[in-house]
C-alpha cells in the first residue's frame, strides 16, 4: 500500500548542518497551511483507488504545529483518502517543542509514532549543531512522551562530528538505550553543500573527522545495537523487532508515496516529482490551481532496476521473486559474478529468497553499489 507525506517547513532556528527545506519566518504559516489542504484535496481524486497504510508528518519541526492546525491537516487527509485503521501515523518532533499538555493533547491525533531528533546527550555536540535543546530536555521530552502513552518511539543520532571522540560516541549509545526507545536511527554528519557548515568546512573553521575513527563508529554502532536488541534493516537504522518504521521502507522498497508542502518529492505510477523549494513560489501555485512542482520526471526501466539494487542493497536487502515481478529479471543470474564478489567477501549472504548485505558490506555500501552494479 502507498504511504503519504507531509512536508511542515518550520523551524525555530537553522541547524548548520542542515539541508532539508525549513524557514525560520513563521508569518505564512496560515497561508501554508490552506495551500497545503488544498494540495492534498486536488490530488484525492486521482488517487480514489488506493489504500494508504502510513502517513509521515516530516519537516522542518510539525510539533511546531498546534493541536487544532495539526487535527485540521489530518480531518483533511481522513475525509479525501482511504486510510487503513492500521496506519502507522508518525510525526517528526524536536525536544524543546513539546511539553506534557502538548503531549496529552497530541495523544488524541491519530498519530502513533513520534521520531525525536536528539542528535547527542552531550551539550557542548548539541551546541555545535546548533540544536535549541540540551541533553536533558532531550531525555525529559521522551520520557514525557512515554508517559503520554507514545510507545513507538525513534530518536535520530549523528556521529562522527568534528572533534567527537569515540567515548564520546560510546556515552551516546548508551544514553540511548537508557530511554528504551523501539527505534534508533544514527548517521554520520554529511557536510552537505549550501549548509553553513559546509561553509565552515570551506573557511578551514572546522574539519572532517578521521575518515577511520568514522568507520570505527559506524562499526560499533551496528555491533552494540544488535547486541542490545536491535536489528539494523537499514545502513542507519535499527529497531527492534516489528518496530521497523514502515513509511521509510516504501521508500527503500520503491513503493508507492504521495507528498504534500515544499520540497516534497512523490512516487505515483513511475513519475517523480519534487515541490517547489519556495513557501512562496509553492503557494503561488497552489492558489493558481497549478500542480505545485518544479520538476517532474518519469523513472525508466533502466533507473528503476538501477535504484531497487541500491535501495535493496542498503536496506533489507533484494528480494528474487519480488525482483523478477518488477523487472522481469532472474536476479542471482543476470548478476551472479556481483553477487560472488559480495559472498566471497563476506560482504553479503544469500539463501533461495534473498540477497543481503552483512555488517561488513554495509560498511562499504557505496563502494560495492557503485563498483560491482
Ligand atoms: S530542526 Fe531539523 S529540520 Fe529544523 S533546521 Fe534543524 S535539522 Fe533542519
Redesign the pocket.
Known amino acids: 500500500m502507498p504511504g503519504i507525506y507531509l512536508h511542515i517547513p518550520f523551524?525555530?532556528?537553522?541547524?548548520i548542518?542542515?539541508d532539508?527545506y525549513?524557514i525560520t519566518n513563521h508569518s505564512r504559516k496560515d497561508e501554508f497551511l490552506s495551500a497545503i489542504k488544498k494540495e492534498i484535496v486536488s490530488r484525492s481524486i486521482q488517487l480514489k483507488d488506493r489504500k494508504f497504510d502510513t502517513i509521515f508528518l516530516g519537516?522542518?519541526?510539525p510539533s511546531l504545529l498546534s493541536y487544532a492546525e495539526l487535527n485540521s491537516l489530518f480531518e483533511i487527509l481522513y475525509k479525501n483518502y482511504n486510510i487503513s485503521g492500521s496506519s502507522e501515523i508518525t510525526m517528526e518532533a524536536?525536544p524543546g517543542t513539546l511539553d506534557k499538555d502538548k503531549l496529552k493533547e497530541f495523544r488524541s491525533l491519530p498519530v502513533n509514532r513520534l521520531s525525536f531528533?536528539v542528535q547527542s546527550f552531550i551539550d557542548m555536540e548539541l551546541q555545535f549543531l546548533t540544536?535549541i535543546h540540551n541533553a536533558q530536555t532531550a531525555r525529559d521530552s521522551i520520557s514525557e512522551a512515554q508517559n503520554a502513552g507514545f510507545d513507538n518511539i525513534n530518536l535520530d543520532l549523528i556521529f562522527a562530528l568534528p572533534g567527537q571522540s569515540m567515548d564520546n560516541w560510546k556515552y551516546n549509545l548508551d544514553e540511548a538505550l537508557k530511554l528504551g526507545t523501539k527505534h534508533i536511527s544514527a548517521y554520520s554528519l554529511i557536510f552537505e553543500k549550501g549548509t553553513v557548515l559546509y561553509t565552515m568546512r570551506n573557511k578551514g573553521e572546522v574539519k572532517n573527522a578521521d575518515i577511520e575513527l568514522e568507520q570505527q563508529m559506524y562499526e560499533y554502532t551496528m555491533q552494540f545495537l544488535e547486541d542490545n536488541g536491535y536489528m539494523q534493516y537499514e545502513i542507519s537504522n535499527y529497531a527492534e523487532p516489528g518496530y521497523e518504521c514502515r513509511h521509510n521502507l516504501k521508500y527503500w522498497t520503491l513503493e508507492e508515496y504521495i507528498a504534500f508542502g515544499p520540497s516534497a518529492s512523490s512516487y505515483i505510477e513511475g513519475q517523480r516529482w519534487t515541490n517547489s523549494k519556495n513557501i512562496g513560489r509553492y503557494i503561488e501555485l497552489i492558489e493558481s490551481g497549478k500542480p505545485a512542482y518544479d520538476f517532474i520526471e518519469t523513472i525508466d526501466e533502466q533507473t528503476s532496476v538501477t535504484e531497487h539494487i541500491m535501495l535493496g542493497l542498503r536496506s533489507r536487502g533484494i528480494y528474487f521473486d519480488d525482483f523478477k515481478s518488477k523487472h522481469n529479471i532472474d536476479f542471482p543470474e543476470k548478476y551472479a559474478k556481483a553477487v560472488n564478489t559480495l559472498l566471497e567477501n563476506n560482504w553479503a549472504e544469500s539463501d533461495t529468497e534473498k540477497l543481503k548485505l552483512t555488517r561488513k558490506g554495509y560498511a562499504v555500501c557505496d563502494e560495492i553499489v557503485t563498483t560491482l552494479f
Do not use: A, H, V
Not at 11 to 15: A, E, F, Y
Open positions: 523551524c525555530d532556528t537553522k541547524c548542518y542542515c532539508f525549513s519537516g522542518g519541526t524536536n531528533g540544536r
